[in-house]
Structures are given as structure tokens and as C-alpha cells.
């Protein structure tokens, strides 16, 4: 199986900061570049979030932290590395560029992923000198927590390098599923952009407010969906038929007006407005760095509840989640026997003895 030993980040931002996380707290050496002057901060803070959350997360122990250094340029970060991951921002001519960077830098044999949210691979790498190890790699946020990777080769990705990729992000705990057909967007950004132009429009009409269209979802289907995905779930609501009956049920609303889908709404400052003010209103009382910790707790509730599914094999994530785990496990520092028995016997420290 394909091993990562040492890895290099180009672009340090929310994706590029999990990717570091997540690589680093699997033992794995990363060296980042990132000329944003406050990048290094961020980056910590979200390493500080990913090492919280992993703690709570690895029952079973983690490996030796990875060390995360400091670039100077991209040639200096990429020197050595086995993955490349860029994450700079969502703009073609910036990706053409860096990576072109990249790939006249890194090593003959270093992987090198995108973690664009809809550039085709093939666009990407119409400039490169070796495109067959390049592919899109494209994660969610948060990108530590979160284990689905879309790997999307281009037409010029080699069979090896996908499978090397394949390889690569599953040992670090990811779900990879490989599209054999490009399309921009992919499929997870594809459904998301259908549900975020939809909710657009519900907010402009005034049919509810950004807080009741995020309960509706979070205390209804997105449970389904976090365990069962949407087919499955669906095939459940066709009862012992199962999905055909369900498919003859509910078909004829597709041609029902229940959708604003192909009619997208004018994207002009007062919905901005209107969307921004009622998401102030929801959440402004905790910081950024808050509702990420509470998110992080909430996804690790929801991994630990399903892991416990069927009898301890888990269910779903549930079960990636306790292999995972495992394998976090297996890279931790052993303790010895004589260590154990220390801690255990260790006499427990009630309280300072009050002075009068």
C-alpha cells in the first residue's frame, strides 16, 4: 500500500489548514507554504481545533505528531514530499500557476492532488510536464473530521497514479470514490449548489429564515442522510416494495412546481444582505472558532453513535470510524507494563490541605 511519510500543503486556508491537520496528526511531516502573513497563525489555530477534537476522538491513541514547518516558496516545500496537496484559492489562472510551480519542483514520483471545488483535472493540468500523477482531490471542510475524498482523474492521469492516490488518502482515514467521468463540481459540490439555490430563493421569498431552512434540515434529513445517504434513505420510504415502489410513488413530482432550481435568483447585495443579516442574527454569539468546536464535537457524537451500530461493527461511517480509530491507534507510543501499573497505583491528589 501506498505510504505517506512526508507531504507538502500550497495554500493554507480553511481546506489547506484541515489537509495540514489531518495529515499531520496521522504522523505524517508537513512542510506548507502559504505567503498570506497571517497564515501560520490560522494554520495553528486550526491545528489546535483538529488536536482537540482528535483527542476526544482516538479512544485508542495516536501516532507521534508530524512535524509542520514553514516555506519559503513552493520548490522548497515540495522537495522530498511523497503528496502534494494544493489548496490555493478558487481561481484558474492561480491553480494554472502554482501548479506549474509544482510540478516543475516536486519530485519525479510525488502525487500531487487538487482540492479545487469544480475545476475538471484536465483543465488544470493543461500546462504541466507530468500530468499523469495529477488528479483532483477534492475533500470537505472539516477536512480533518470529515472522511469522503472525490478523486477525479484527468484524461491524461495515469491508472497508477489513481491508484496510488487511491492508496495514499485511505490510509490516512479517508473514503475515496474514484468518478471514471470528469464533470465540473464533481458530484458533492453538484448537490450542494442544487440545495443552496434552492434554500437562495426560499429565503428571498420569505418562506423562512436561514436559522428555521437550517432546522428543518439538521433535525430531519440530515440525520437520514449522515447515516444513509439519499438513495438508501429513499429506498426505506418504499417500504417492503423498496426503491421501485418509491420511484412510481414520488416520479410524477418531479414535473411538479416544486423547485426554483433552473430559475436562480439575482445574486445582488440585498439578498446578500438579507441572507447575511439572518445568519448574524442565528449564530453571531459564538466565534468562528466556537462553532467549529461545537461542530466537531457533534460530528464525533454522531461517528461514536454510529459506530456503535450493529453489535460494535458500526454502520455506515460508523464502521470507517472505528477502523480508523484503530489504525490511530497502532501508531501511538507504547506504554509499558511497569508505566500502567505506576499510573494506576498513583495515589490521586484530592485537594490542598486548608490552613487554620
Not at 482531490?137 to 492516490?165: D, M, Q
Not at 456503535?308 to 464502521?319: D, L, T
Request: proline share 4%.
Amino acid at each position: 500500500m501506498t505510504k505517506i511519510t512526508k507531504a507538502a500543503a500550497i495554500g493554507g486556508g480553511v481546506i489547506g489548514g484541515g489537509w495540514i491537520a489531518r495529515l499531520a496528526l496521522n504522523g505524517i511531516d508537513v512542510k506548507v507554504f502559504d505567503p498570506h502573513p497571517e497564515a501560520k497563525r490560522k494554520i495553528d489555530e486550526v491545528i489546535d481545533n483538529a488536536r482537540r477534537a482528535y483527542k476526544r476522538m482516538a479512544v485508542k491513541g495516536l501516532p507521534r505528531e508530524g512535524e509542520v514547518t514553514y516555506s519559503l516558496s513552493i520548490a522548497e516545500a515540495v522537495a522530498g514530499a511523497d503528496l502534494i496537496q494544493e489548496s490555493v484559492p478558487e481561481r484558474l489562472d492561480v491553480k494554472l500557476k502554482t501548479l506549474a510551480e509544482i510540478d516543475a519542483a516536486a519530485p519525479v514520483d510525488a502525487l500531487i492532488g487538487s482540492s479545487t471545488s469544480g475545476f475538471k483535472a484536465t483543465d488544470m493540468a493543461k500546462d504541466l510536464r507530468h500530468p499523469e500523477r495529477f488528479l483532483v482531490a477534492h475533500p470537505f471542510n472539516p477536512v480533518y473530521l470529515l472522511p469522503i475524498n472525490e478523486i477525479v482523474p484527468g484524461e491524461k492521469t495515469s491508472k497508477e497514479a489513481v491508484e496510488r492516490a487511491r492508496e495514499a488518502y485511505t490510509s490516512i482515514g479517508m473514503k475515496c470514490v474514484v468518478l471514471t467521468k470528469e464533470i465540473d463540481a464533481f458530484v458533492g459540490n453538484r448537490l450542494l449548489e442544487a440545495a443552496w439555490r434552492e434554500a437562495l430563493w426560499l429565503i428571498k421569498d420569505g418562506i423562512c429564515t436561514v436559522e428555521e431552512l437550517d432546522d428543518i434540515m439538521r433535525y430531519g434529513f440530515g440525520m437520514r442522510w449522515a447515516q444513509m445517504g439519499m438513495f438508501q434513505t429513499y429506498r426505506i420510504a418504499g417500504g417492503e416494495a423498496g426503491m421501485r415502489h418509491f420511484m412510481a410513488q414520488f416520479g410524477p413530482a418531479l414535473s411538479w412546481p416544486w423547485t426554483k432550481l433552473m430559475d436562480v435568483p439575482e445574486f445582488n447585495d440585498e439578498l446578500v444582505d438579507l441572507v447575511a443579516k439572518q445568519s448574524d442574527d442565528q449564530s453571531s454569539k459564538w466565534s468562528i472558532r466556537e462553532l467549529e468546536r461545537i461542530r466537531d464535537e457533534n460530528l464525533i457524537g454522531i461517528m461514536e453513535a454510529l459506530a456503535k451500530a450493529e453489535n460494535g461493527q458500526g454502520w455506515g461511517a460508523g464502521e470507517l470510524h472505528n477502523s480508523y480509530v484503530t489504525r490511530l491507534g497502532k501508531g501511538a507510543p507504547k506504554i509499558s507494563k511497569a508505566a500502567e501499573k505506576a499510573k494506576a497505583t498513583k495515589p490521586r491528589k484530592v485537594g490542598a490541605k486548608k490552613k487554620g
